[in-house]
Nanobody
Framework: QVQLVESGGGLVQAGGALRLSCSASGRIFSINAVGWYRQTPGKQRELVATLADDGITNYADSVKGRFTISRDNAKNTVYLQMNSLKPEDTAVYYC???????????????WGQGTQVTVSS
């Protein structure tokens, strides 16, 4: 019953910026860790950024200093602010939320549908 809807992708020129959003709806008791991943054809899905429940963030070396992950707990929404975009950032971006649907349920991972980000040179 939980669904994640991503938005904010698009086509931008190198040096531009985008903000991706991932909103979760449905029966949600709590959200623990959240993250963003990206994937290009022929490559494995790679971690871009994560935000743990304790507030600790982790970024891929390739995006450090340019991307920022954040969340709005009241809205069950996760964001990825992407600045100074480069052509190599071109990929389909997926959000991942680790959440529980009930007070006694175990945390499980949920994925967004993906949003295309294309950066032209």
């Amino acid at each position: 019953q939980v669904q994640l809807v991503e938005s904010g992708g698009g086509l931008v020129q190198a040096g531009g910026a985008l903000r991706l959003s991932c909103s979760a709806s449905g029966r949600i008791f709590s959200i623990n860790a959240v993250g963003w991943y990206r994937q290009t054809p022929g490559k494995q899905r790679e971690l871009v950024a994560t935000l743990a429940d304790d507030g600790i963030t982790n970024y891929a070396d390739s995006v450090k200093g340019r991307f920022t992950i954040s969340r709005d707990n009241a809205k069950n929404t996760v964001y990825l602010q992407m600045n100074s975009l480069k052509p190599e950032d071109t990929a389909v971006y997926y959000c991942n939320l680790r959440l529980r649907v009930s007070e006694v349920g175990l945390p499980r991972n949920y994925w967004g549908q993906g949003t295309q980000v294309t950066v032209s040179s």
